[in-house]
């Protein structure tokens, strides 16, 4: 089975209860959510029980909530106390831990409206999460997918809504069907957005390319990349990158909270043009110092 799946012994928080994971089977099939995708996440990390950048990761959550025009029925302080219960009630007191606040619309209308004033449930769920602060993750393949990010306008791009997730989902289908491990997608006017679910930096001598955060979510590890790379000489350049410019860079990672830095050792961006990366120094320079900001935050 896969490694990322949610714990089978944990507990999970739904509405203020903690719920075994086997009896957690709570949402009815005429759900708003489960027919128009009208549901929110987040995706949080927890290393030795110490939960990094939860301020940020709540209000994104609630900020995602009110995209949607998702009534939670509970504040930001709620929440943090929801996150600190699954933790501490799952023991996740040493090593890594991702953990995924949730929150659907129940059965309100059949149709695609929703009503605003219908309240949502929220879960609190997790696993534990291999650890991708380790250094020693081998390099990923990328495919330069087919499916292109839509325009802003037709998008909530600072929405963790799953209904953004569509094309993300194809194309990892489309790469996995080539056999390729990750995905970089273009925007519609053709410049690097990000990748399927990750941000996305190129790197030149002591310079950090990256897509302006107008057609990618703009991720809390991105934040974390451009400080850290402030902070060591790097100058950090908001860019539109086009596919055929990818090949005078010497480094190319992604990041996300749930991978955090991956190293990227190829992109096929046609069944004739495969770029390859040789060197990871800057890579694992950022990875480094990320996991020292993750275990000291
Ligand atoms: N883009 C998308 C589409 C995402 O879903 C994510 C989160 N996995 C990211 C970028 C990275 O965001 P963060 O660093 O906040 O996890």
Known sequence: MSQNVFEENSLIWIDGNLIKYKNANCVHVASHSLHYASSIFEGIIAFDGKVFE???HVDRFFNSAATLGINLNLTKQNLIDAISQVIKENNYVNGLYYIRPLAWRDVEDATIKGYKDGIAHVAVMSRRLYNCLNKDISPIHLLLSSWKKPPRSCMPYDCKGSGNYLIPILSKQEARNKGLD???????????????????????????????????????????????????????????????????????????TAVGILAVASITLSSKTKIEFKKFDATNFFKQMYKERVINF
């Open 54 to 56: 939860l301020p940020r």
């Open 182 to 256: 990750d995905v970089l997608l273009l925007d519609c006017d053709g410049f690097v957005a990000e990748g399927g679910s990750t941000n996305s930096f190129f790197v030149k001598e002591k310079s950090l390319f990256t897509p302006y955060p107008i057609h990618c979510l703009n991720g809390i590890t991105r934040q974390n990349i451009m400080t850290i790379a402030k902070n060591n000489g790097y100058s950090v350049i908001e860019a539109n990158i086009r596919p055929d410019e990818i090949e005078n860079f010497d480094e190319l990672f992604l990041t996300g």
